[in-house]
């Protein structure tokens, strides 16, 4: 994870520095495809403002807390962003099972044994033949970043070919032509 410190009206000392990268590493603890964070302390007369924003994929998160101190103020914002990024996995956690509660409910089968195919070494083939959805790039590209999935195959809203985003390793989309 990418860490961003600056320091308005105040100059960052190497061990606030040193004290801050260590304290917004552990964040990834909640989440491990964190991409970067930016502190920004002020300092307004007496007192500091800590603000804190994480990225991650579909994930953008601001925290602000102020304090005399400015390692409390740290403090004080990491616990705030710490409970958003709870909240934001058990979130995650219940669409999940929602999802899969409704797909049993609409008599969709979550695995359906006619569409299998076991080979001999054991690997099951899940065939399927979904229609591709009519979408611009860009929107392609906001769907795919805010799902968990690792692909969108969709049908270009220009010329109509189908087209594949996928979500590389270092957190960038590719697209697939298929022409």
Do not use: C
């Not at 989440?31 to 579909?58: D, K, W």
């Not at 089968?109 to 399927?128: F, H, K, L, T, Y």
Request: charged share 35%; no cysteine.
């Amino acid at each position: 994870m990418q860490i961003t410190i600056k320091g308005r009206h105040w100059k960052v000392t190497p061990d606030y520095r040193e004290y801050a990268e260590r304290r917004i590493e552990k964040l990834q603890r909640y989440f491990s495809h964190l991409i970067s964070a930016q502190l920004t302390v002020t300092e307004e007369g007496y007192r500091h403002q800590a603000e804190l924003r994480i990225f991650g994929n579909g994930l953008d998160l601001t925290g602000k807390a102020q304090d005399p101190d400015p390692k409390v103020a740290l403090d004080a914002v990491l616990e705030k962003q710490e409970r958003a990024l709870k909240r934001r996995k058990e979130q995650i956690k219940d669409h999940k099972k929602k999802n899969a509660r409704t797909l049993r409910k609409e008599g969709v089968p979550v695995n359906a044994p006619e569409d299998m195919e076991r080979r001999r070494d054991g690997i099951q083939i899940v065939r399927s033949k979904p229609k591709p959805r009519t979408l611009s790039v860009d929107q392609a590209v906001r769907m795919l970043l805010k799902s968990r999935e690792p692909v969108l195959v969709f049908s270009d809203r220009e010329d109509g070919g189908v087209r594949v985003a996928y979500r590389l390793e270092d957190g960038q989309v590719g697209l697939l032509e298929l022409d």
